[in-house]
């Protein structure tokens, strides 16, 4: 049966850019860069040809609306987290407890509906790693609960489904949703020393898109946990990193560890956008510098580059970076906007500078001014006292002697 599916990738609005270029502002300038999400189609047509739900969910959704007297089915359910946000029931029990951890790589079966039975998504014998955000967090966390073999329903609630957002036209602001999920197996991570560069290169993208769509729902730090992973598959420098499954006869290429540094830059600037995003300046300087290291002239991380030592109070080095930015595309508005705005800033910084340095030196000659008139007046008045004596003594004299 063919897979329906609106994560990770699919039915995103067609204007999102996957390398979140310049906060969205700059992607109105720019054409469609070549990581753009591909889009299978709108939500309306994902509810066409669909099969008929789960008979499961149905049988959920018919006992829901039973009289609560007659509701036998609230002990068969497990409450995860303990706050009703998540409960897992147990449908069809596996023959072994084997159970999965964080970080391992499960295939699944799953099926997700809206309570009244509307249809979400649907996905077959479909790879996820725990952990890392590749499903939403209700199926993410109930995943380590689950033995393979395992076939269970979930109960999510908004918090660990689509939230607040919702996912229009479908799934409504804070809803409740109905999965149905069947672990079929789970392995443990691969290493990935000797993982293949075309599969890490795979992994690494799909992980960086994922981050992409949770930054699109201002998940930022979902879309930071993604991006972090991404990183580990696209590192060109950890082990020997080989091309194909046969490590032995074929090594990789420059040309295939130069791909894979593309794809790493293109993480980690996306990583300081969503860096940004939680005022996580520090981190954000960091993950650009790595961009610059590499590509002095990558427009994108010279841009945030400025944005982020703005942020951070420095409107001078700000300055010099989105002027270079400005140098390499003359022609962004937005660009140009932003340089005018740190000007100004910088500007202002420097008026209040010099006006501060008036005042502490003002401050500091005002006592010294005080001082030097003191010394001034001091010969003059034992002048004067003299003088007087002088004259004193005088009219005594002629006083004594007349």
């Known amino acids: 049966m063919e897979s329906h599916s609106i994560t990770p990738e699919a039915s995103i609005n067609e204007a999102v850019n996957l390398d ?26 994902l509810t066409e040809n669909i099969s008929p739900l789960d008979k499961t969910i149905n049988n959920y959704i018919n006992e829901s609306k039973t009289e609560e007297g007659q509701d036998d089915t609230k002990e068969e359910w497990l409450d995860i987290l303990g706050s009703g946000q998540l409960k ?31 249809f979400v998504e649907k996905l077959n014998n479909f790879s996820v790693q725990i952990g890392d955000g590749e499903v ?38 804070n809803a409740t949703l109905l999965y149905t999920v069947e672990l079929l197996s789970a392995e443990d991570e691969p290493e990935l020393a ?13 992980k960086r898109e994922r ?15 993604c991006y972090r992973r991404a990183l580990d598959f696209l590192d060109e420098s950890t082990g020997e990193t080989y091309v194909d499954d046969d490590p032995r006869t074929n090594k990789t290429s420059e040309e295939d560890l130069n791909s894979l540094l593309e794809d790493r830059l293109k993480v980690y600037n996306n990583l300081a956008a969503a860096q940004m995003k939680i005022k996580a300046y520090d981190a954000a300087l960091q993950s650009v510098e790595n961009v610059l290291r590499c590509q002095p002239e990558n427009v994108k991380a010279l841009f945030r580059k400025g944005k982020i030592m703005s942020a951070k109070g420095d409107n001078a080095n700000a300055v010099a970076a989105v ?15 932003e340089l005018l705005r740190l000007v100004s800033l910088r500007n202002e910084d ?35 006292g003299s003088m007087a004596a002088v004259v004193v003594g005088v009219a005594a004299f002629k006083y004594r002697f007349m």
Not at 144 to 168: K, W, Y
Not at 195 to 201: D, Q, T, V
Request: charge should be positive.
């Open 20 to 45: 979140i270029s310049l906060d969205k502002s700059l992607n109105k300038e720019s054409s469609r860069d070549d990581d753009e999400i591909p889009i299978h189609g709108e939500h309306s047509k």
């Open 88 to 118: 897992k029931k147990v449908l069809k029990p596996a023959e072994n407890n084997f159970r999965p951890s964080r970080t391992w790589v499960c295939k699944v079966n799953i099926e997700g509906c809206l309570t009244d039975g509307t």
């Open 136 to 173: 939403i967090q209700g199926v993410d966390l109930a995943l380590p609960l689950m033995d393979v073999g395992e076939t269970a329903l979930l109960e999510v609630g908004p918090r660990f489904g689509f939230g607040s957002l919702g996912l229009a036209p479908i799934v409504p602001p």
């Open 194 to 206: 000797i993982l293949p560069a075309s599969k890490r290169k795979v992994i690494g993208n799909r």
């Open 211 to 225: 981050g992409n769509w949770w930054y699109t729902r201002q998940e930022h730090t979902l879309a930071i946990q």
């Open 323 to 337: 002027r270079k930015a400005s140098q390499l595309e003359p022609d962004s508005k937005m660009i140009r906007q």
């Open 350 to 384: 420097n008026k209040l500078e010099k006006n501060l340095y008036k005042k502490m030196l003002g401050q500091k000659n005002k006592p010294q001014e005080t001082n030097i008139n003191s010394k001034k007046q001091i010969p003059w008045g034992m002048m004067l």
